[in-house]
């Protein structure tokens, strides 16, 4: 069993930036962050797999977001610059053990969830 937990999140102005990150207490193959505004589905926004470093966007926040990964510290990070309010949104940090994940990380069902961490952008 990992948990997730995450921190960073925030209220900023359109055009700022914040840093999300994910502490995890066990090792994992593949982590990432999911969003969900009100009323809408929850996507998938950026993930990476552990062993290659290979990593998954979403097309609406290719350029703008970063993804990495500290693994002495086992923690997930997400670098989001240029915010607009179409980016707010509660945040979920995701990870999964199983290392086919990182074969398919814009689609795989990832097993373990954090509880969010809300992310507001205003105009």
């Known amino acids: 069993q990992v948990q997730l937990v995450e921190s960073g999140g925030g209220s900023v102005q359109a055009g700022g930036s914040l840093r999300l990150s994910c502490a995890a207490s066990?090792?994992?193959?593949?982590m990432g962050w999911f969003r969900q505004a009100p009323g809408k589905a929850r996507d998938r926004v950026a993930v990476?797999?552990?062993?290659?470093?290979?990593?998954w966007y979403a097309d609406y926040v290719k350029e703008r977001f970063s993804i990495s990964q500290d693994y002495a510290k086992n923690t997930l990070y997400l670098q989001m610059n240029s915010l607009n309010p179409e980016d707010t949104a509660m945040y979920y940090c995701?990870?999964?053990?199983?290392?086919?994940?990182?074969?398919?990380?814009?689609?795989?069902?990832?097993?373990?969830w954090g509880q969010g961490t809300q992310v507001t952008v205003s105009s």
């Open positions: 995701a990870a999964d053990d199983r290392a086919r994940c990182s074969l398919f990380l814009g689609t795989w069902p990832y097993n373990y």
């Open positions: 066990g090792y994992t193959y593949c």
């Open positions: 990476i797999g552990r062993r290659a470093g290979n990593t």
